[in-house]
């Protein structure tokens, strides 16, 4: 069965730091990859997504992610965080043609000002 | 606000009792999701419309449970003879229809059901 796998559960970093958080899934074919937000007290909110082409996505507020096929991985970066980045990070990721959307654990992000 | 709406936010239920829970999509999508979230964890698929047609469902999905979406708007997910368990984030979400399967979910924010 397909999974995703979020290996850092609680990041805590300094304003200005770097940011990158794994993500790797296990379905072999072809596949949508995501990258989903959640600002304390908020609803998820879409940060970045990749269906095809270059591999390297960039999306709001600074986000982008680089998709490996060969590692099964979707990593999500940042070069400089800020305070307002404080929230948690899930990866997801749906089959071609599949409608069952899955989430990693997430990713709990604290940036200290 | 045209983004997904749920209600209520808040439900706090005793065990054995029937909770309903609303959710309006974006009103464009026709297709309409269910997750569901516990603390520290990432949502959990739950079922998902197409339209009105019920299309998949999950194994966490048990005979407690039945969502319905009868004209294609709106839909309510009914958790009956709740149990402790069943305490979560119960999350909605819409997306528009994309015959190759790249459909961008939007969420709601959620109704959090807690079962005393």
């Known amino acids: 069965a397909q999974s995703v796998s979020q290996h850092n559960h609680h990041v805590i970093l300094s304003e200005a730091a770097s940011l990158e958080l794994g993500c790797n899934y296990s379905?072999?074919?072809?596949?949508?990859l995501f990258w989903y937000v959640q600002y304390p007290g908020q609803h998820l909110q879409l940060l970045l997504k990749y269906f095809s082409g270059d591999p390297l996505v960039k999306g709001i507020k600074g986000f982008e992610a680089e998709f490996i096929k060969s590692k099964f991985s979707f990593n999500l970066r940042k070069p400089s965080v800020q305070w307002s980045d404080t929230a948690e990070y899930f990866c997801?990721?749906?089959?071609?043609?599949?409608?069952?959307?899955?989430f990693g654990a997430g990713t709990r992000l604290t940036v200290k000002p | 606000d045209t983004g997904v709406s749920q209600d209520p936010r808040h439900k706090i239920t005793k065990r054995g009792q029937n909770v309903t829970f609303r959710c309006d999509p974006i009103?464009?999508?026709?297709?309409l999701y269910w997750y569901r979230q516990t603390l520290g964890q990432g949502p959990e698929f739950l079922t998902y419309?197409?339209?009105?047609?019920?299309?998949?469902k999950s194994r966490l999905l048990s005979d407690r449970f039945s969502a319905e979406r009868p004209k294609g708007s709106f839909s309510t997910l009914e958790i009956q003879r709740t149990e402790q368990g069943d305490s979560a984030m119960y999350l909605c979400a819409s997306s528009p229809t994309n015959t190759r399967g790249r459909n961008t979910i939007y969420f709601g924010e959620g109704s959090w059901l807690t079962v005393v």
């Open positions: 997801a990721v749906s089959e071609y043609n599949n409608n069952d959307m899955r």
């Open positions: 009103s464009e999508h026709n297709r």
């Open positions: 379905y072999g074919g072809t596949v949508n």
């Open positions: 419309f197409q339209n009105e047609a019920q299309l998949e």
